[in-house]
Nanobody, 125 residues
Framework: QLQLVESGGGLVQPGGSLRLSCAASGFTLDYYAISWFRQAPGKEREGVSC????????NYADSVKGRFTISRDNARNTVYLQMNSLKPEDTAVYYC??????????????????WGQGTQVTVSS
């Protein structure tokens, strides 16, 4: 079965950190750009970050720049999103998605072949 599985979400206090993982099964991520999206209750889904298929370029939403870091380990067929200095407004369900692209140009507006089921991140004291 071809799928992406996210993990690592949870409840964290403001200022805390979490690391999300996006693991692929049934296919290799080597040739895919991977993006993270999030959706908060009552809000539209928004692009958070993207990493190119080679890992050589990344892109971030302005709201997370300097706090989030995306990385990939193709040997483990996994992409990570390290989230530091978390804020209550980061609370959302986070999804990863894989698209057959080399770059992260317009990553939030293009179609993706695979989506994960999502992992909940809650930032609250």
């Amino acid at each position: 079965q071809l799928q992406l599985v996210e993990s690592g979400g949870g409840l964290v206090q403001p200022g805390g950190s979490l690391r999300l993982s996006c693991a692929a099964s049934g296919f290799t991520l080597d040739y895919y750009a991977i993006s993270w999206f999030r959706q908060a209750p009552g809000k539209e889904r928004e692009g958070v970050s993207c990493i190119s298929s080679s890992g050589g370029s990344t892109n971030y939403a302005d709201s997370v720049k300097g706090r989030f870091t995306i990385s990939r380990d193709n040997a483990r067929n996994t992409v990570y999103l390290q989230m530091n200095s978390l804020k209550p407004e980061d609370t959302a369900v986070y999804y990863c998605a894989a698209g057959p692209y080399f770059t992260c140009s317009d990553y939030s507006g293009r179609p993706y072949d695979y989506w994960g089921q999502g992992t909940q991140v809650t930032v609250s004291s």
